[in-house]
């Protein structure tokens, strides 16, 4: 295809040239950033975790006496264990996702304090017995705790329990002893300490990072006997007796103690609650995509059309002369390729220049080179897509038309 | 003049109906999302209180150890301890003062079938609710006298009154808060400053429903109400007694009516701080005093996302726009033949400027109205969002009267190259060529 008589042409309609390359350049920006956008909290919602989620309830029970909670917790858990399907039965102070978060600051060295910059910020789990099995985890090296190690281990309104034993996740393991096992090695956070006897499987924070994904795992789990903060029932069944299982543990709970608040979830739900803002984001976004291409697209529709209209006559005599039809079907879509890679040159230097200054503004990533190609492509699709309607018509121009006056 | 330039319009507007459709639809889209996401944008940076924020100021010092410290760069905590607090409280250098934390009270519905449950709840000390203009249907606050007897008293929001008393005058009953008697000595009108500027740093949701019960901080924090957020700065072993630990836990505000008070209140709080370094319990002298609104962008409470949202819908407004231009455009270069027939028989350029114009403006009026209905869905829904400022999300007169400024302007602006390329036709060529 000769693309000089192309070009000739669209010299002497610049004003309309200029705006279908500019509207496809906007469009392109607008895409290639709001796609990042997309991917990045799609990836945050994919974010994985070592937990066996599908048969996971919890249920929270706040408001009761704390004097009266050893031997609450310990009824609480029987009569939970009753329950027909419960196949494992825990008490924690959080769980991943819910937002309540129990921060603390620990180094690898015995004069480390909470205040000191170069500690690590860790999430404190809280674990009863049996954590491990209720929550679902995978033990990656050492050991889950003894049953003696819950024994008279409380927190007591202190800011971190009397124990001197924890497990830590992976990427906490990683982050501390890189290249190393963590097993044996110690916590410290004066004037405690706590030796490493078990690593599990990378597990969420109650509250994500991010700007860093593998932050999201720095948790330690101790292990506490009763304590006034250990008021999350976990309770684990098969998903199909799941929702059986929170209906009967809520009842329970409530009829042994009707002055507290009790309140059930699924870990489904939690997991839902806790991402609810970041989807609803996501589906606003695709919208507007959709949308803005559809525009864009019909904008091409419309404006060929009109082209297409203004040029019957000429197209007539180029039929009259010898052109095929796909000559006229070649020659739209060449000149549509020509607006749309003009437009996505344009487009990805102001996709770049709005990725810059979101990165400035809004603490955003740099987006990946590989975004901008993928942006082109698009429009380079929807443009051959929207202009074959009008160059078909354009095509089916018959050769007669050279001979009629206009 | 302009009735039959509208007429000249309506008639070429339906000469070509799809284009027309195409054009109406496509810039209320463009209308319709950037109407949505500012009216969104415009709840959540509202002013909490328009008729004070300028009088109301935060304070804050810093108890954090030297390391890491950059003077005059690094911020202070956005909280504040309680033996902080309360030295500036008593030394009453401000009109008004207050220190605030947020606490979860569990309610007793007195109803033999209901079950308890947890309100948002701010233990705080009397000058609160005239500190920030909180308007009372009943009774009235406590006083400081209440605050240090540790009174077992309450107010409570209009919301908990109608639930738990039907609306009456409930002052002088009790309600049963974490299994204790209060007695209610006030009941506040509808108040729920939007965004709850008061709560932002305190562990508090940032929108949404105002708090249901105030009670005095000394009688919270003698029945061990515990507050939302708490930050130390340096090693502790006892959360219990947060009065003297090292810890950060209560938000202080201050009223200060005009620029010397700001100044006196700046210099006195400066002075504290370098007071507290002698005395070896800071170690930094650094301090922040800010009015409400500046507190607020500082905390940046507007989440980043609406602001996104908003940029993105004025990026697809700007692509309508010129997606308009293109089509007005295509629309007036075939339409030279008639211009050209026009400007032969008397028509001057200014005339035929101003019917493009006006066939512009019908289509900015059409896409406005439709654009105004998208942006009522738009905001239906938002308000069905899980964001916690989903239901505030309405439109309102002024935002109402911008949609039609906005599609006017935006049409306007999309009708002016067309508008100008009509006008400039040569009329002779045109007639030739026929």
């Excluded at chain 2, 901080?217 to 957020?229: E, V």
């Excluded at chain 2, 505000?253 to 800071?282: E, P």
Aim: proline share 4%; aromatic share 10%; charged share 15%.
């Amino acid at each position: 295809m000769e693309i000089r008589p192309i070009v000739s042409s669209l010299k002497k309609h610049r004003i309309p040239t200029l705006l279908i390359v500019l509207q496809i350049a906007l469009a392109c920006a607008v895409l290639c950033n709001a796609v990042f956008m997309i991917s990045g909290r799609v990836k945050q919602m994919r974010l994985s975790n070592a937990m066996d989620e599908q048969g996971l309830v919890s249920v929270s029970l706040q408001g009761t006496d704390p004097k009266l909670i050893g031997s609450d917790t310990q009824r609480n858990l029987a009569a939970l264990r009753s329950i027909a399907g419960v196949q494992a039965v825990s008490v924690v102070h959080t769980l991943p996702l819910t937002n309540n978060n129990w921060g603390w600051s620990f180094g690898i060295t015995p004069d480390s304090s909470v205040t000191d910059q170069k500690n690590t910020n860790v999430t404190l789990y809280f674990v009863g017995q049996d954590f491990q099995s209720a929550m679902g985890l995978q033990l990656r090296e050492g050991r889950y705790f003894n049953d003696s190690e819950y024994v008279d281990n409380a927190i007591n309104n202190a800011a971190l329990p009397n124990t001197h034993v924890v497990i830590i996740t992976d990427a906490l393991s990683k982050q501390l002893w890189p290249g190393q096992s963590a097993l044996g090695k110690t916590l410290y956070s004066k004037p405690n300490y706590y030796t490493v006897v078990g690593v599990v499987a990378d597990v969420l924070r109650p509250r994500l990072w991010t700007s860093n994904e593998s932050k999201s795992y720095y948790n330690a789990f101790f292990p506490v006997g009763a304590d006034d903060v250990m008021r999350n029932y976990v309770l684990r069944s098969t998903p199909a007796d799941r929702d059986r299982v929170l209906q009967q543990a809520v009842e329970k709970l409530q009829a042994t103690s009707p002055q507290a608040v009790v309140k059930g979830a699924t870990f489904q739900s939690i997991r839902d609650k806790y991402y609810a803002d970041t989807n609803s984001m996501v589906w606003i976004l695709v919208l507007v995509c959709a949308v803005m291409l559809a525009v864009t697209a019909f904008g091409i529709v419309g404006l060929t059309s009109f082209w297409v209209g203004q040029r019957r006559r000429q197209i007539g005599i180029r039929r009259a002369v010898g052109a095929t039809r796909a000559d006229i079907l070649n020659y739209f879509r060449t000149e549509n390729f020509l607006l749309s890679s003009a437009g996505v040159v344009l487009g990805m230097v102001m996709a770049y220049g709005v990725n810059l200054y979101l990165m400035k503004q809004y603490e955003l990533d740099r987006m990946p080179w590989y975004y901008l190609p993928f942006g082109a492509l698009a429009l380079w699709l929807i443009g051959q897509v929207a202009v074959s309607g009008p160059a078909m018509r354009a095509a089916a121009v018959p050769p007669v038309v050279a001979t009629q006056p206009t | 003049m302009l009735g039959y330039y509208l007429d000249l319009a309506v008639r070429s507007l339906r000469r070509n109906k799809i284009l027309t459709a195409l054009m109406i639809v496509t810039l209320a889209l463009g209308i319709g999302a950037s109407i949505t996401t500012l009216t969104v944008l415009k709840l959540l940076s509202g002013d909490p209180l328009p008729e004070k924020s300028a009088n109301l100021f935060y304070a804050r010092v810093d108890p954090n150890p030297l390391e890491g410290y950059v003077p005059g760069q690094t911020k202070p905590d956005s909280i504040m301890s309680y033996t902080d607090a309360m030295n500036l409280m008593h030394a009453h250098r401000a009109v008004r003062q207050a220190a605030m934390a947020l606490i979860d009270a569990k309610i007793d519905t007195q109803h033999p079938n209901d079950h308890p449950y947890f309100a948002d709840g701010v233990m705080t000390t009397a000058d609160f609710f005239a500190l920030f203009n909180a308007p009372f249907q009943y009774g009235s606050g406590w006083t400081a006298d209440d605050d240090e007897s540790r009174a077992t008293l309450v107010v409570i929001a209009d919301f908990l009154n109608n639930k738990m008393f039907g609306g009456a005058n409930s002052v002088g009953k009790t309600i049963r808060i974490d299994d204790r008697d209060f007695r209610i000595v006030g009941v506040l009108k509808h108040w729920a400053p939007q965004p709850r500027f008061y709560a932002t740093d305190l562990g508090g949701h940032d929108y949404g429903d105002g708090d249901a019960v105030f009670m005095p901080l000394k009688t919270a924090r003698s029945l061990d109400k515990g507050p939302q957020d708490t930050e130390c700065y340096a090693s502790v072993s006892d959360l219990q007694h947060l009065e003297s630990a090292p810890c950060e836990w209560l938000g202080m505000w201050v009223q200060l009516d005009d620029s010397t008070a700001v100044a006196n209140y700046r210099m006195f709080l400066d002075g504290y701080a370098k007071q507290q370094v002698a005395l070896g319990r800071f170690k930094r002298s650094e301090t922040s005093l800010l009015d409400l609104m500046s507190w607020l962008s500082d905390q940046q409470v507007v989440p980043n996302d609406a602001k996104l949202q908003t940029y993105l819908a004025f990026g697809f407004l700007l692509i309508c726009v010129v997606n308009t231009v293109g089509l007005l455009l295509a629309k007036c270069l075939r339409r030279s033949r008639e211009i050209g027939v026009r400007r032969a028989l008397g028509a001057t350029r200014r005339d035929i400027f101003t019917q493009f114009m006006v066939e512009a403006a019908i289509v900015g009026v059409a896409g406005g109205v439709l654009g105004l209905v998208l942006a009522v869905l738009g905001l239906w829904g938002v308000r069905h969002q899980p964001a916690q400022y989903a239901s505030l999300a309405h439109l309102d007169v002024e935002m109402f009267l911008v949609t039609f400024a906005v599609a006017l302007v935006a049409s306007l602006i999309a009708g002016l190259l067309p508008a100008w390329r009509a006008c400039v036709v040569a009329p002779a060529p045109q007639l030739k060529a026929a």
